[in-house]
């Protein structure tokens, strides 16, 4: 009996020592399992920091080198030229069916009112991959202009949404002026403008008048003795604006005219589209670096300068003479 106990307690003691090494041995293999993929995960997350911490040094860099890099991708940039050939195209038709005399409701203005729309979707992705670029660029003055004031006011990737607001306050200027210039009322005789300043007179009476009384001593002194000037200066003034927001020519200040003429009907007691007009016009001038970049503005604003950063055109001429003395040293 007592040697097949101690047997029993001998295989006993075998079984527990044989399970608390299979135990060891697999807490062993689990430790060193877990070591390995923390390793694994140290070794990923190290890797992936390093990438971001290096696209977010290089991009900037690139965009930089490369002024395409801050483009937008190329399904939104041919896009943005796709809207900007149907502004312009209808635009065109448009036009050419007012001057002929048609009477075809060509839906022009709904036509453009989308492609603005559009063309602004469009600006708004533009800007979200120029923004970090636009931020990042360093400013002397002590109230900084925004980013995104920086990149509707003054970046090309906003040009298309003001070629489509050109082309909408043009039309509305050449097609009012051009009707003004084909009608014998108007031109050097002054007879419309001075029964306008008749109608705007006839406001600046009572408690409250919608036309002030100094605006009516301006036309009532000034305006209406020179009625064939100022109806010739309408005129074709209205021509001249129209003509330079569609062409892109000078734009800027071909927008602050129109402005003017659109404030001094609103002065005169005339509602009409002129707010819509003058708030489109005073934005195309706030922009005027970049609204007329589809246009001639595009190599004459570079060719003209500015008057105190002139252009190419009003350089100095560079003589080709002997160098300058200081131009002869060489560094030691």
């Not at 203005?109 to 931020?135: K, M």
């Not at 050109?166 to 050449?174: K, N």
């Not at 403008?193 to 600046?204: D, E, M, R």
């Not at 195309?284 to 609204?291: E, K, N, P, T």
Request: with cysteine; hydrophobic share 50%.
């Amino acid at each position: 009996m007592q040697s097949a106990s101690s047997a029993h307690r001998c295989t006993v003691a075998v079984e527990k020592k044989a399970r608390r090494n299979r135990l060891g041995a697999f807490q062993q293999m689990r430790s060193s399992f877990f070591e390995k993929e923390v390793a694994f995960a140290a070794f990923w997350h190290v890797c992936f920091t390093w990438c971001r911490q290096r696209m977010a040094r290089t991009i900037p860099l690139e965009r930089k080198k490369n002024p395409m890099f801050s483009q937008q991708n190329a399904t939104v940039r041919w896009g943005m030229i796709a809207l900007a050939v149907l502004a312009g195209t209808w635009t065109l038709v448009h036009l050419i069916l007012n001057v002929a005399g048609a009477t075809v409701n060509d839906a022009w203005d709904t036509a453009l009112l989308i492609s603005f729309v559009l063309a602004l979707i469009g600006a708004l992705i533009q800007y979200a991959q120029e923004r970090p670029t636009l931020a990042a660029a360093g400013s002397s003055e002590r109230f900084p202009e925004p980013a995104i004031s920086k990149f509707f006011f003054s970046s090309e990737g906003s040009s298309v949404l003001w070629f489509v607001v050109r082309m909408y306050v043009g039309a509305e200027w050449l097609l009012a002026g051009w009707a003004k210039v084909i009608d014998p009322a108007w031109g050097t005789s002054g007879k419309a403008l001075a029964g306008f300043v008749a109608g705007a007179l006839a406001k600046s009476t009572g408690v409250h008048p919608a036309v002030q009384g100094w605006y009516a001593w301006f036309l009532q002194y000034l305006v209406i003795p020179g009625s064939g000037v100022f109806s010739f200066l309408v005129s074709w003034g209205e021509v001249a604006v129209g003509v330079g927001l569609l062409l892109g020519l000078l734009t800027g200040i071909a927008a602050g005219f129109g402005v003017l003429m659109n404030l001094n009907y609103l002065l005169a007691g005339t509602v009409s589209i002129n707010p819509v007009l003058g708030m489109m016009g005073m934005f195309l001038c706030f922009s005027w670096r970049v609204c007329g970049w589809i246009g001639v503005d595009r190599w004459l604003l570079p060719a003209l300068g500015l008057p105190w950063k002139p252009g190419v055109w009003f350089q100095p001429l560079q003589t080709t003479g002997a160098p300058a003395p200081n131009a002869l040293r060489t560094s030691e």
